[in-house]
């Protein structure tokens, strides 16, 4: 998924408020609500971002536009049969026999990571907006007992966490991913529905400098960073190498083992 800024302005950051599903149990739902520290509205639906809550179910909601984290849904196995996964696999490095650890620093809503994790890699994925996180929490415990065994499996690779990754030391020997929202200036009509929503739920963050500077200080070998097909490459660096789908690319960084100036050793 690629989040796209509009032309309108985004605003400070929106939190969702908390409605339980009409006729189920608002359990879940009040404890959703303590855990994002949001507003739970009963009665007549507010205006904005709602998490709508169900027994069993849980989707954002905004305008008229539901978005929802499945990992077991018919497009998520579609995505698997069709073989679009391949090209995120080759980027991250996955082979037969190697199936690198993942940092995905840019979580969103969990689609690459579950790509990654399908393919075989555990996956720690962070976000930084609580309600995504909280839904992509939701949707792994959720595939955790799905019907089908290659879900329950890539969901037991899945490790969720809430926060900012520009707090986080990455592992050495993991491949740090990057999927950054992209400050591209097209006509509303054109960006995507649930990007719109996303979006808004960010605000106006503009810190992908920011975001790029602590990716290149980590200790790994291999960045990998998505892009727009035609986007500017994050950063000043060059990419070893790049591999390009139908509308977004893969920009490759791979560097020599990190040196510890400290100890003058390869850690
Ligand atoms: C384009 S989306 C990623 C989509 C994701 N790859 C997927 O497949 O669903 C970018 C996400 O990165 C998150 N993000 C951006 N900077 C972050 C940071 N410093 N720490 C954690 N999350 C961050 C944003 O909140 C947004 O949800």
């Given at each position: 998924m690629q989040i796209s800024m509009t032309d309108q302005p985004a605003g400070?950051?929106?939190?969702?408020?908390?409605?339980?599903?009409?006729?189920?149990?608002?359990?879940?739902?009040?404890?959703?609500?303590?855990?994002?520290?949001?507003?739970?509205?009963?009665?007549?639906?507010?205006?904005?971002?709602?998490?709508?809550?169900?027994?069993?179910?849980?989707?954002?909601?905004?305008?008229?536009?539901?978005?929802?984290?499945?990992?077991?849904?018919?497009?998520?196995?579609?995505?698997?049969?069709?073989?679009?996964?391949?090209?995120?696999?080759?980027?991250?490095?996955?082979?037969?026999?190697?199936?690198?650890?993942?940092?995905?620093?840019?979580?969103?809503l969990g689609r690459d990571a579950f790509v990654l994790a399908d393919l075989g890699c555990h996956v720690t994925l962070i976000e930084r907006i609580p309600v995504l996180a909280w839904l992509v929490n939701e949707a792994v415990n959720a595939a955790s007992v799905s019907a089908y065994q290659q879900v329950r499996e890539a969901a037991a690779r899945m490790t969720v966490i809430t926060g900012d990754s520009l707090q986080t030391g990455v592992p050495p020997d993991a491949v740090l991913y990057v999927d950054p929202m992209f400050p591209e200036r097209k006509k509303a009509a054109a960006v995507k529905k649930d990007a719109v929503m996303l979006q808004r739920l960010a605000g106006t963050i503009d810190d992908v400098d920011q975001l790029w500077s602590w990716a290149w200080a980590q200790p790994v070998e291999r960045i990998v960073v998505k892009r727009p097909l035609r986007a500017p490459v994050l950063g000043s660096q060059r990419p070893s190498h790049t591999l390009s789908g139908k509308s977004v690319r893969f920009d490759v960084f791979v560097r020599p083992r990190h040196v510890d100036p400290a100890v003058g050793t390869e850690v």
């Open positions: 400070p950051p929106s939190r969702p408020t908390i409605q339980a599903v009409t006729g189920e149990s608002p359990a879940r739902a009040r404890a959703a609500a303590r855990a994002l520290g949001s507003p739970l509205a009963e009665g007549r639906r507010p205006p904005g971002p709602l998490l709508m809550v169900g027994e069993t179910d849980a989707w954002l909601e905004m305008d008229g536009t539901e978005v929802r984290v499945a990992f077991d849904s018919a497009s998520m196995r579609h995505r698997r049969r069709g073989g679009q996964n391949e090209l995120l696999g080759r980027a991250v490095g996955v082979k037969a026999e190697r199936k690198p650890l993942i940092w995905d620093a840019t979580g969103g």
